[in-house]
C-alpha cells in the first residue's frame, strides 16, 4: 500500500475488507508509537471510525437494510453490511506567529507527506488529471488544478466566531475546509485563496452539477 493509493477506490469496500486493512496497515507504520485503536461511534444511518493520531475518520453507509443500534461497540457491527461512502483526512498545520490560538483538533496530522487525488475531466474544461495534496496545499492550488467548485461557503461573519471557508468538486467527490485565520472573517473570501487546507472529504462522485 503506497502513499499514492487512490482513496476514491477504497469506497464501496467493507470495513474488513483487504484494501481497507491494507490502507490502515500503511498509515500504521507512519505512525509506530500512536495508539491506533478507532473510536466507534454507531448509529442507524451512519457508523463512524475515527482514527485520531492518523489524521483519519471513515464513514460507513449500513446498506441490505441493517440499522445498527446506536452505541454499539466494533465487535458488535456486521462488517458485511457496511461499506465505505466517506473519508475525511485532517490537517493540523503548526499557528503562525501571532495569529490567534483556536480550539486544539482531536485529530493529528495525516501522516501521508504527499497524496494524489485524481479529478475527471468535464468537457469544456481545462483542468488538471489530479492534484497532488501537501499539508502546505492552499485554496489557490486547488481551485488552480480543479477549477472552480460547483459549492462554496463559511467565511462570514466575526474571525472569532465563523466558521472556515469550504469548497465542493461534486463531480470529483470532493470537499475542501480551510483553515486558519485567512479562512475566516468578512474578508476570508478574498485572503482565502492562501488558506491552507484544513479537512479534505472524500466521498462517492455526484453526476450532477454544471
Not at 496545499?137 to 472569532?160: I, L, N, Q, W, Y
Request: glycine share 10%; with cysteine.
Amino acid at each position: 500500500m503506497s502513499s499514492s493509493t487512490d482513496l476514491k477506490q477504497l469506497l464501496g469496500n467493507a470495513p474488513s475488507s483487504e484494501a481497507i486493512t491494507a490502507y490502515l496497515a500503511h498509515l500504521r507504520s507512519l505512525v509506530p508509537d500512536a495508539s491506533t485503536t478507532p473510536e466507534v461511534k454507531a448509529y442507524p444511518d451512519a457508523v463512524y471510525f475515527n482514527y485520531f493520531p492518523l489524521g483519519l475518520s471513515l464513514l460507513f453507509k449500513p446498506v441490505n437494510g441493517y440499522k445498527p443500534k446506536t452505541g454499539l461497540a466494533r465487535a458488535e457491527l456486521k462488517d458485511t453490511d457496511l461499506v465505505l461512502d466517506g473519508i475525511d483526512i485532517y490537517n493540523v498545520p503548526p499557528p503562525k506567529p501571532g495569529a490567534t490560538p483556536r480550539h486544539k483538533s482531536a485529530y493529528s496530522t495525516y501522516p501521508v507527506e504527499s497524496f494524489s487525488i485524481p479529478l475527471v475531466q468535464i468537457p469544456d474544461k481545462s483542468r488538471h488529471d489530479h492534484i497532488e495534496v501537501k499539508p502546505t496545499t492552499s485554496g489557490k492550488d486547488f481551485v488552480s488544478a480543479m477549477g472552480e467548485p460547483d459549492r462554496k461557503g463559511g467565511g462570514a461573519g466575526p474571525s472569532s466566531g465563523s466558521i472556515g471557508i469550504w469548497c465542493e468538486w461534486a463531480k470529483d467527490g470532493v470537499m475542501v475546509e480551510f483553515g486558519g485565520d485567512e479562512s475566516r472573517g468578512p474578508q476570508a473570501w478574498e485572503k482565502g485563496k492562501d488558506a491552507v487546507w484544513k479537512v479534505i472529504s472524500i466521498f462517492p462522485p455526484s453526476s450532477q452539477g454544471p
